[in-house]
């Protein structure tokens, strides 16, 4: 039997696929806006970062549901917010990744908002085959962003032999962190595959970060099947929307 903290992952995520399979198959589209830009190449440095920006700010640059029709878009509750920022681990080096795949802020933000993405199976028979993918961005002052992205990347090799991590009381070991497909957006992007092999069943997190001026946006995605996939489509809008 899975543990715990796979158990209530797999569990949450094939509830809120259920729910939003029903919910998309009754709503109505709005059209989707395909603005044209170039996906910026990735950058060891930036123009000084502007101001943070507040938590009602960066709601508004969220991904909506209007311009991801391909997903359901729902806020996340304030249960799963609060389980996320209980991550923890036993490697301190690893904590910023850790922090990372729960979406909890990595550093001190001055602004925070988030929401989750489901995507929409072609039938009720592929719920289970539907990646989760919780969306966090975070906004910060001065050299903030740049800080905290290269924690996250210290840490994913740091700790790409493993560890276990924790949330809400409950624990995970994750067996390896292998660079996953690259992703190019933002001035910098990260993108990472986290394993764990529970009782002989294979758990897969698919992580990518993106840093854009002084703002983080970090995407963790799950699958009630064990199997996320990459969450591209949402990365690529939701990057666009940072500028």
Same mark, same amino acid.
């Given at each position: 039997?899975?543990?715990?903290?796979?158990?209530? =992952?797999?569990?949450?995520?094939?509830?809120?696929?259920?729910?939003?399979?029903?919910?998309?198959?009754?709503? /109505?589209?709005?059209?989707?806006?395909?603005? /044209?830009?170039? #996906? +910026?190449?990735?950058?060891?440095?930036?123009?000084?970062?502007?101001?943070?920006? =507040?938590?009602?700010?960066? !709601?508004?640059?969220?991904?909506?549901?209007?311009?991801?029709? =391909?997903?359901?878009?729902?806020?996340?509750?304030?249960?799963?917010?609060?389980?996320? $920022?209980?991550?923890?681990? /036993?490697?301190?080096?690893?904590?910023?990744?850790?922090?990372?795949?729960?979406?909890? #802020?990595?550093?001190?933000?001055?602004?925070?908002?988030?929401?989750?993405?489901?995507?929409? #199976?072609? +039938?009720?028979?592929?719920?289970?085959? $539907?990646?989760? =993918?919780?969306?966090?961005? $975070?906004?910060?002052?001065?050299? *903030?962003?740049?800080?905290?992205?290269?924690?996250?990347? $210290?840490?994913?090799?740091?700790?790409?032999?493993?560890?276990? *991590?924790?949330?809400?009381?409950?624990?995970?070991?994750?067996?390896?962190?292998?660079?996953?497909?690259?992703?190019?957006?933002?001035?910098?992007?990260?993108?990472?595959?986290?394993?764990? /092999?529970?009782?002989?069943?294979?758990?897969?997190?698919?992580?990518?970060? !993106?840093?854009?001026?002084?703002?983080?946006?970090?995407?963790?995605?799950?699958?009630?099947?064990?199997?996320?996939?990459?969450?591209?489509? !949402?990365?690529?809008?939701?990057?666009?929307?940072?500028?």
């Amino acid at each position: 039997m899975r543990s715990t903290l796979v158990r209530r =992952t797999v569990l949450t995520a094939s509830a809120v696929s259920l729910a939003l399979l029903s919910t998309a198959c009754g709503s /109505d589209k709005a059209d989707d806006k395909k603005a /044209d830009a170039k #996906p +910026s190449a990735a950058a060891s440095s930036a123009a000084p970062a502007a101001k943070g920006k =507040t938590d009602a700010e960066l !709601v508004a640059l969220l991904v909506t549901q209007a311009e991801l029709p =391909t997903h359901v878009v729902r806020a996340a509750t304030p249960a799963e917010l609060a389980a996320a $920022a209980s991550a923890g681990t /036993d490697k301190p080096e690893c904590l910023p990744l850790v922090k990372a795949q729960s979406t909890a #802020p990595v550093g001190t933000p001055v602004g925070r908002a988030g929401t989750k993405a489901v995507a929409v #199976p072609k +039938s009720v028979g592929e719920v289970l085959g $539907a990646t989760v =993918t919780s969306i966090a961005l $975070a906004s910060y002052e001065g050299k *903030g962003a740049e800080e905290a992205f290269a924690a996250v990347k $210290a840490a994913a090799t740091a700790c790409a032999g493993g560890y276990t *991590g924790s949330q809400a009381g409950d624990s995970l070991k994750i067996d390896k962190v292998t660079p996953a497909a690259p992703v190019t957006a933002g001035d910098e992007a990260l993108a990472y595959t986290a394993l764990a /092999d529970v009782d002989g069943e294979k758990a897969a997190t698919e992580l990518v970060v !993106v840093r854009k001026g002084n703002i983080i946006a970090t995407f963790s995605a799950v699958s009630p099947s064990g199997s996320a996939e990459q969450p591209k489509a !949402v990365v690529e809008i939701q990057a666009k929307k940072l500028g």
